[in-house]
């Protein structure tokens, strides 16, 4: 759960609902459809050959060590960015939460970036039991957001549903797409079950269910109770808290945020 729910969903709705509008329920869907085939692959592929290598090891054992490199020097790539955008959403929350601008978001964001820095070259490794409060954190408070706005959805706010046609569909799904990867991160771990075989495909399944559960909800409940703000906030968890707790969902928001950027920034 901890390598798919990542301080992203705290910022994809209203990206997505910006490109697609209410449409972009769609490609929520369709992206979740995907992950089952991919994510089962996965759980397959780890059960089999439980190894730390992960993705690079089938690619090795499938294809020889060039190919193997070169996946590796994809993920060495590739990882960075991720870790700074995860850094700007907490700078986005806080700054939400405390009336900074921009400036003060990316302050915020680089203190984070800073300190997951300074943490890991002493060696700092979250264990699973920290790693396991994080997820579960942001699991409990998108179920609560969902739950919370679930009052204040609205019919209208779903038409016109396809206002930018059927490509802008496809437009939320490469912003989407960001949100729901991570299912390879499981079979890294693939060694470290003491039973690979049973215990990964069992957390897989589990962890379809729990995300798209979220997701699904979350796309909806923010297309419905925000309307056409859902595409001009750059917090929208924080929009979707306030309809029922009011200004007192900033902090928490934005403290929330905070964790979950830092523990996915220090992984």
């Given at each position: 759960m901890g390598a798919v729910l990542g301080p992203g969903v705290l910022a994809l709705p209203a990206l997505a609902a910006a490109a697609a509008g209410p449409a972009s329920i769609l490609a929520w869907a369709a992206l979740?459809?995907?992950?089952v085939p991919v994510a089962?692959?996965?759980?397959?592929?780890?059960?089999?050959?439980?190894?730390?290598?992960?993705?690079?090891?089938?690619?090795?054992?499938?294809?020889?060590p060039r190919a193997a490199a070169t996946v590796g020097w994809w993920f060495y790539g590739s990882v960075p960015v991720g870790v700074?955008?995860?850094?700007?959403?907490?700078?986005?929350?806080?700054?939400?939460?405390?009336?900074?601008d921009r400036t003060g978001a990316a302050a915020v964001a680089a203190l984070l970036l800073a300190a997951a820095i300074a943490a890991n070259s002493q060696g700092l490794h979250l264990s699973s039991r920290i790693q396991l409060l994080l997820a579960g954190l942001l699991a409990v408070l998108l179920l609560a957001a969902v739950i919370?706005?679930?009052?204040?959805?609205?019919?209208?706010?779903?038409?016109?549903?396809?206002?930018?046609?059927?490509?802008?569909?496809g437009s939320?799904?490469?912003?989407?797409?960001?949100?729901?990867?991570g299912w390879e991160a499981a079979s890294h771990l693939s060694a470290e079950f003491a039973d690979p075989r049973r215990d990964l495909p069992r957390v897989t399944t589990l962890t379809l269910i729990v995300v798209?559960?979220?997701?699904?909800?979350?796309?909806?409940?923010?297309i419905g109770?925000?309307?056409?703000?859902?595409?001009?906030?750059?917090?929208?968890?924080?929009?979707?808290?306030?309809?029922?707790?009011?200004?007192?969902?900033?902090?928490?928001?934005?403290?929330?945020?905070?964790?979950?950027?830092?523990?996915?920034?220090?992984?």
């Amino acid at each position: 759960m901890g390598a798919v729910l990542g301080p992203g969903v705290l910022a994809l709705p209203a990206l997505a609902a910006a490109a697609a509008g209410p449409a972009s329920i769609l490609a929520w869907a369709a992206l979740l459809a995907t992950c089952v085939p991919v994510a089962a692959c996965f759980a397959a592929l780890g059960a089999r050959f439980p190894d730390g290598g992960g993705v690079a090891t089938y690619v090795h054992r499938a294809f020889g060590p060039r190919a193997a490199a070169t996946v590796g020097w994809w993920f060495y790539g590739s990882v960075p960015v991720g870790v700074v955008a995860g850094a700007w959403i907490g700078g986005q929350y806080t700054a939400a939460a405390v009336g900074w601008d921009r400036t003060g978001a990316a302050a915020v964001a680089a203190l984070l970036l800073a300190a997951a820095i300074a943490a890991n070259s002493q060696g700092l490794h979250l264990s699973s039991r920290i790693q396991l409060l994080l997820a579960g954190l942001l699991a409990v408070l998108l179920l609560a957001a969902v739950i919370a706005a679930a009052p204040h959805l609205r019919t209208a706010h779903f038409t016109p549903f396809l206002p930018d046609g059927w490509h802008s569909v496809g437009s939320a799904a490469g912003v989407l797409f960001f949100g729901f990867v991570g299912w390879e991160a499981a079979s890294h771990l693939s060694a470290e079950f003491a039973d690979p075989r049973r215990d990964l495909p069992r957390v897989t399944t589990l962890t379809l269910i729990v995300v798209g559960v979220l997701y699904l909800g979350l796309a909806v409940t923010t297309i419905g109770a925000l309307g056409p703000g859902a595409a001009t906030t750059e917090t929208p968890l924080t929009a979707l808290l306030t309809l029922s707790v009011g200004d007192a969902a900033r902090p928490v928001a934005a403290v929330v945020a905070l964790f979950l950027s830092f523990g996915a920034v220090n992984t």
